[in-house]
């Protein structure tokens, strides 16, 4: 039995929404004002870096979706159950990134930055790279800790320090 697939998959969409909402982020950016400050950067340059992270998004998304195609030409037709069985993992996998999340949000204010991401990350890594700890907990720390001091030594902006008076 051949699958026909719909003209716009769930991938096409967030392909197209994501490529509108970089467009309109662009030219919104376009239309801030350049003010003579003492910012080098200006208050252009984050707007650039978010439009540029969903442009970069957009690219990922197409490739991924070229090579799930291709992939799923040459993989065999699964069955009902199994792929009832797969739903319900994605179920799970969406309440459990979702759960946190909330708990993330929660709790930067008052853990701190650099805490409250260096455990929800190693929360996620340990759920979707199990087994791995040295590395989920490095990658955890490291990111976590070079985003905190990007951010508060290099640009500026002050991040929740919490737990750790950083």
Not at 80 to 96: A, G, H, P, Q, W
């Amino acid at each position: 039995m051949q699958r026909r697939e719909a003209p716009l998959n769930r991938d096409h969409i967030i392909i197209l929404c994501t490529t509108a909402l970089a467009v309109g982020y662009l030219y919104a950016t376009t239309k801030i004002p350049s003010l003579d400050t003492v910012d080098p950067l200006g208050p252009r340059a984050y707007p650039y870096l978010v439009a540029a992270g969903l442009i970069g998004s957009v690219v990922w998304l197409l490739l991924e979706s070229v090579q799930s195609r291709k992939v799923a030409v040459q993989a065999e037709d699964v069955s009902e159950r199994e792929s009832e069985t797969v739903d319900n993992k994605r179920y799970i996998m969406l309440s459990f990134v979702v759960v946190s999340l909330g708990i993330y949000y929660a709790a930067i204010e008052a853990a701190g930055f650099v805490v409250s991401t260096v455990i929800f990350l190693v929360s996620l890594t340990a759920y979707f790279n199990p087994g791995k700890w040295v590395a989920n907990i490095l990658v955890s720390f490291i990111f976590a800790v070079g985003v905190y001091v990007l951010f508060t030594h290099v640009l500026g902006v002050p991040l929740a320090k919490g737990l750790l008076d950083i």
